[in-house]
């Protein structure tokens, strides 16, 4: 099955920074790409997708590159603020939409006020 | 519209004994699916459904049992539970098979002595 990576495992940046979170996929069979935040004690939260005819997404401060021949994909969050802080987890999908995900291992994201 | 809705949030269980874990929907979400969650690991499917009667398994396979019927519901049963199930348990629902957004339930935590 496919295998998702994610780093780095924890990452703390200044408020107004960027922070960029990056995963790699095994299956070149894999075509959707989401990202979920999930706040402590809370239910995953989809933030951002991208398919593999997609190069790149953007909304406001978040967008996700990907790049098929490398077969990884990554989260930019722009002027970060602490309300960011949360755990990031990406997924991929061989089928056409978010099923049979399989996760990364999640990026625990904190922003210094 | 509640959602995606679990029950209980919190259960303690001895080794051995059974119990099920609920989950519903009322946004008539063809597709329905079982993650479990464990520190370090991110999400893991242990089942899904596409349909009324249709039901698969994920990456997670042994220990768990699942039904469909009505379309509303598809709780998960643990027939016999081992501490190795210590675990966060999220319910998923989406529109059907080739939908992007899942959404999550709000979590069963479940710890077995």
């Known amino acids: 099955g496919e295998n998702v990576e994610q780093h780095p495992s924890t990452l703390s940046v200044q408020e107004g920074d960027s922070a960029v979170i990056k995963c790699t996929y095994s299956?070149?069979?894999?075509?959707?790409f989401p990202w979920y935040k999930q706040e402590l004690g809370k239910r995953p939260q989809l933030i951002i997708d991208?398919?593999?005819?997609?190069g790149e997404k953007k909304d406001q401060r978040i967008a996700v590159t990907l790049n098929k021949t490398a077969k990884h994909f990554s989260l930019h969050i722009t002027e970060t603020q602490p309300e960011d802080s949360a755990v990031y987890f990406c997924?991929?999908?061989?089928?056409?939409?978010?099923?049979?995900?399989?996760f990364g291992t999640g990026t625990r994201l904190t922003v210094i006020p | 519209n509640a959602g995606v809705t679990q029950t209980p949030k919190f259960q303690v269980l001895k080794t051995g004994q059974s119990m099920t874990l609920q989950c519903a929907q009322d946004m008539n979400h063809e597709y329905m699916s079982w993650y479990r969650q464990d520190p370090g690991m991110g999400l893991r499917l242990i089942h899904y459904s596409v349909g009324a009667g249709i039901t698969d398994q994920g990456e997670v396979r042994n220990g768990y049992n699942v039904s469909r019927s009505p379309t509303e519901d598809f709780p998960l049963r643990l027939l016999s539970a081992a501490p190795s199930q210590t675990s966060v348990y999220f319910c998923?629902?989406?529109?059907?098979?080739?939908?992007?957004?899942?959404?999550f339930g709000p979590g069963t935590r479940l710890t077995v002595l």
């Open positions: 997924a991929a999908s061989i089928g056409t939409g978010a099923n049979n995900l399989f």
């Open positions: 998923a629902s989406s529109w059907d098979i080739s939908t992007d957004t899942q959404y």
């Open positions: 991208i398919r593999s005819n997609v």
């Open positions: 299956d070149s069979a894999s075509n959707y």
